[in-house]
């Protein structure tokens, strides 16, 4: 865990500014995330500008969305002192709620812009995916999202430690806090059990996203298939990992509020494509028919 990377001295003042892991790292993943989508967007004959000017959008909108998703599913932590809602560069986004204020952001701009939908839609899929390898990663350093207890005999299994304010008193890692909590370890250890690594699991798995769809442009047959693609695969990616996180407790049928949205997006998702593809197997057919 290293939740700040480094510190910026300000000049003729005795003072530092921190630079928070988890902040800079959704900085390089959207840099890294546009870069890539503007050199898509120029082989798909969109403007890459376009798509410059629409990152700064939804760059905002994905992050209040995650933001005000993971208040909302952590209302207890805030309740007391509403003030940390904002403290962002201590983590706590949810990508279903950022997707989802992101998706209506890009809905409205593209409207207004009068841009091909569903090709943007393409265009910019894989480069979430990217965004979030960066975005886990920030996850890992700053020690949030983290895993259940696991074999101490696993090889890549990761302790996290703990930490004190300038009170001495212990504010993280959340691991170990959690743990703490539980009655798993005592206050005089220094680190947590060995737990899951699963944000660099889930860093892993959106690397692998990103990759497959942006292999897919190729076999696609229609606007809008990468995009569902993504979806699909990102929902089967994600139950997974609501499987071994420690973090989001179940609420209903067993499953957490992730893995619930997951099943729903990776149902809609699937019989999305399927009735695409064979729509226009059939419109491939007439055609031909018409032809002879």
């Not at 300000?10 to 390089?28: E, N, R, S, W």
């Not at 074999?151 to 004190?164: E, Q, R």
């Not at 699909?232 to 893995?259: A, K």
């Amino acid at each position: 865990m290293l939740r700040t990377l480094f510190y910026i001295p300000i000049p003729f003042v005795d003072k530092t500014i921190p630079v928070y892991a988890y902040g800079f790292m959704l900085m390089i993943g959207f840099i890294v995330a546009l870069y890539a989508a503007r050199l898509r967007a120029k082989r798909e004959g969109l403007k890459p500008d376009h798509i410059s000017d629409l990152g700064i959008y939804l760059i905002f909108a994905g992050i209040a969305g995650g933001r005000v998703f993971y208040v909302i599913q952590n209302f207890d932590l805030y309740k007391g002192n509403l003030v940390d809602i904002l403290k962002i560069y201590h983590g706590g986004l949810v990508f279903y709620g950022g997707f989802l204020a992101a998706t209506i952001a890009l809905i409205v701009i593209v409207r207004l812009r009068k841009l091909p939908l569903l090709l943007t839609f393409d265009i910019i899929a894989p480069s979430i995916a990217m965004g979030l390898f960066f975005g886990r990663i920030g996850c890992f350093l700053n020690g949030c999202c983290w895993g259940d207890v696991c074999d101490p005999d696993l090889w890549w299994a990761v302790t996290f430690p703990k930490s004190v304010d300038l009170n001495n008193m212990i504010d993280g890692s959340p691991a170990f806090v959690d743990h703490l909590e539980k009655g798993l370890i005592n206050v005089s250890d220094g680190n947590s059990l060995p737990i899951h690594p699963t944000q660099i699991y889930s860093a892993l798995g959106n690397l692998a996203i990103f990759f497959m769809t942006t292999a897919f442009f190729k076999y696609r047959k229609r606007d809008g298939e990468i995009v569902i693609l993504f979806c699909i695969l990102y929902s089967i990616l994600r139950f997974c990992m609501e499987i071994l996180r420690d973090d989001n407790p179940p609420l209903f049928d067993g499953l957490t509020i992730s893995q619930n949205i997951s099943v729903l997006v990776f149902v809609v998702m699937s019989v999305l494509f399927f009735v695409m593809r064979v729509k226009l197997k059939r419109d491939d057919t007439n055609l031909a028919g018409k032809k002879l």
